[in-house]
């Protein structure tokens, strides 16, 4: 159900990315309002993220959870009715706001069934949703579209309603019970979400994050722009790459479950340095990103593409785990201050990529420092990460 849930979130999401070229000509919009669409996104996302963060840890995520996903898909569907600029920026500070709950409760489920050494792998599973929603949604958008250069908004119909879909079968499924969490032991002293905020290892992750989103939503929401309008490559050809890149992008986020549980295994790693070793790797790959302004068309600049991919996503796995460590009681409240943070610091970044690209006619600069922008977390883990003192 968490696989379905990411799978539609990201459905919902990246249908405005896959239609960019589309919505920037139906609406007569210049690369920088394209970008204030992820702006506006993003900042109701942090909003939402603050909001849903607490209230996963007062409410129950039985019933929580398919509130904000009806909130999301209902506000996926009336994106595809809109007829200007303003309306689908409404529609899409909406749906970032009921988008930001799904992560609280998903991490909240996770730290409830899985022990410590396999949330990672099953954060990776979670995850890993992200993926099949963007494959999926080209595919969805290929079958939708005509000549017509209005036929996107069927699209954003369509995957929206499948949202209501999942909120039956969660009903169907589930047990309010099945989902209590356990009840915290002696031996397991809390510590207060105050000393937690003002903890190193918190703003080793809030610089961790910020390096991450930064990547993964750079190449999410540009990839079109960058490979129709800056590479020349045909509409179809495009989509066609869009699925092929977030396959690569599942394999790299399963691999980082796997991986990690085999570094736990065969060296004897601690579950959270093996979450550090993962994390660095995808980072390389991430890098590879400084090669794109050599690289026309061709396959050396698909394939660099998909290992970029590859390592975007493997980050995200390592990232709620480390979350997790931070605090038994706080799972929700710190998801949500963590994505708040990030959303409202990196959301920026779209409006200034778009202005960047209006001024230089290119998209290779800003892909190239997104690239880099992981290694932010590694020397943030190395500077700032303390060993926890509460067991979890």
């Known amino acids: 159900m968490l696989l379905l849930a990411t799978t539609i979130n990201y459905m ?3 249908t405005l990315a896959t239609a960019s070229v589309r919505v920037t000509q139906e609406f007569g919009l210049s690369e920088q309002q394209y970008g204030n669409l992820e702006l506006v996104f993003g900042w109701a996302f942090a909003v939402g993220s603050l909001v849903f963060g607490f209230l996963a840890d007062r ?9 904000v996903l009806a909130g ?3 506000m996926g569907m009336i994106s595809g009715w809109t007829q200007d600029y303003t309306g689908m920026l409404l529609c899409r500070l909406l749906l970032g706001f009921f988008e930001a709950g799904h992560w609280p409760c998903a991490l909240k489920t996770t730290f409830v069934l899985l022990s410590e050494k396999d949330r990672t792998m099953g954060n990776s599973v979670l995850q890993s949703g992200a993926s099949i929603g963007a494959i999926i949604t080209p595919q969805v958008m290929k079958l ?11 699209a954003f119909v369509v995957v929206g309603g499948t949202g209501l879909l999942w909120v039956a079968l969660w009903f169907v499924m589930l047990r309010p019970r099945d989902l209590d969490a356990p009840k915290p032991t002696a031996q397991a002293p809390s510590l207060t979400l105050c000393s937690i905020l003002t903890s190193r290892s918190f703003w080793a992750l809030a610089l961790l994050i910020t390096g991450t989103q930064t990547v993964w939503h750079m190449y999410r929401v540009w990839m079109m722009k960058f490979l129709q309008t800056g590479r020349g490559y045909a509409e179809s050809e495009a989509l066609n790459f869009n699925s092929i890149y ?18 736990i295994r065969q060296f004897s790693l601690s579950a959270h340095d093996s979450r550090r070793w993962v994390y660095a790797v995808a980072c390389g790959l991430t890098s590879l ?15 660099v593409l998909l290992l970029i991919g590859a390592g975007a996503l493997a980050l995200f796995p390592c990232y709620y785990s480390f979350v997790q460590e ?17 959303w409202a610091v990196t959301s920026p970044l779209h409006s200034l990529f778009g202005w960047v690209a209006d001024k230089t006619g290119s998209y290779d600069l800003g892909l190239v420092i997104a690239g880099l922008a992981p290694w932010i977390g590694v020397m943030a883990m190395r500077m700032l990460w303390q060993p926890q003192r509460q067991a979890i």
Not at 246 to 263: H, K, P, Q, R, Y
């Open 12 to 14: 919902d999401r990246v």
């Open 59 to 67: 409410l129950k995520v039985y019933w929580l959870y398919p509130c």
């Open 72 to 74: 999301w898909s209902f």
């Open 144 to 154: 939708l579209l005509t000549d017509d250069l209005g036929s996107w908004r069927s």
């Open 246 to 263: 977030f396959i690569a992008t599942d394999v790299g986020c399963l691999l980082a479950g796997f991986v990690s549980l085999w570094l």
């Open 289 to 303: 990103s400084v090669a794109l302004p050599w690289l026309g068309q061709g396959w050396a600049l698909l394939g």
């Open 326 to 342: 931070l605090s038994a009681q706080h799972v929700g409240r710190l998801t949500g201050l963590l994505s708040c943070w990030v």
